[in-house]
């Protein structure tokens, strides 16, 4: 089993609907990171949480510690939020404080 | 732009043989972060420099090694190069333990 699962793997979406990407982990974090990766390959970071809700523009992410999970949510979806997120974890036990575990991706497509 | 450069973009090479991939962080950043991206693994974490030295290891094979320099550039060598290395090979910088901000990225083909 992952240390990180993500859902889903694949979503299609309109332009303008409201979309969650949902994240588990099954370690010990000490935050968690959302990135978007464009089709060309570069990797942005979205969001850094160790707890609560932050909200960037039309992108929001939250995170329970204790249930050990998070969402990204995309409110007023638009065809340029066509991209693979990643969830990834950074770990707080033994000698590897600041290692990042990763999500395999969700890949969204928004449609016009 | 994220402020972290690559070198080269793309790299071609054969079986055997061994490659450096070259990484400068954004300016003022001390950490550097090395992840290897492949189809069938996904990301994952490399190795990580803090300011010179050797701060944390993920799954980096012994043929591969790394080094931060004091201008805190970085250089992730890869030897004995087989198929299955073939991947893209990112680098990030973060201060401390921060966001981390990617580069674009070495895109390898091994032959």
């Known amino acids: 089993k992952n240390e990180v699962e993500q859902s889903p793997q694949n979503l299609t979406a309109q332009e303008g609907e409201f979309i969650t990407i949902n994240c588990s982990y099954s370690?010990?974090?000490?935050?968690l990171h959302w990135l978007q990766q464009h089709p060309g390959g570069g990797i942005v970071s979205l969001f850094m949480?160790?707890?609560g809700k932050k909200k960037h523009g039309r992108l929001i992410a939250t995170i329970n510690i204790q249930e050990k999970h998070s969402s990204l949510h995309i409110t007023a979806s638009h065809p340029r939020d066509s991209a693979v997120y990643i969830c990834?974890?950074?770990?707080?036990?033994?000698?590897?404080?600041?290692?990042?575990?990763f999500g395999k991706g969700t890949k969204l497509s928004v449609k016009p | 732009d994220s402020g972290v450069t690559q070198t080269p973009k793309h790299l071609i090479t054969a079986t055997g043989q061994r490659v450096t991939l070259r990484c400068s962080p954004r300016?003022?950043?001390?950490?550097v972060y090395w992840y290897q991206q492949s189809l069938d693994q996904g990301l994952q974490f490399l190795i990580q420099?803090?300011?010179?030295?050797?701060?944390a290891k993920g799954n980096i094979l012994e043929r591969f090694s790394a080094q931060q320099f004091p201008d805190l550039h970085s250089e992730l060598n890869l030897s004995s190069l087989e198929l299955g290395d073939s991947a893209l090979y990112f680098c990030?910088?973060?201060?401390?333990?921060?966001?981390?901000?990617f580069g674009p990225g070495t895109r390898l083909l091994v032959l």
């Open positions: 990030a910088s973060s201060k401390n333990l921060e966001t981390q901000y």
């Open positions: 370690v010990g974090i000490s935050a």
């Open positions: 949480l160790s707890s």
């Open positions: 990834a974890v950074r770990v707080n036990y033994g000698g590897s404080q600041g290692n990042l575990i």
């Open positions: 300016s003022g950043d001390l950490s």
């Open positions: 420099y803090y300011n010179g030295e050797e701060r």
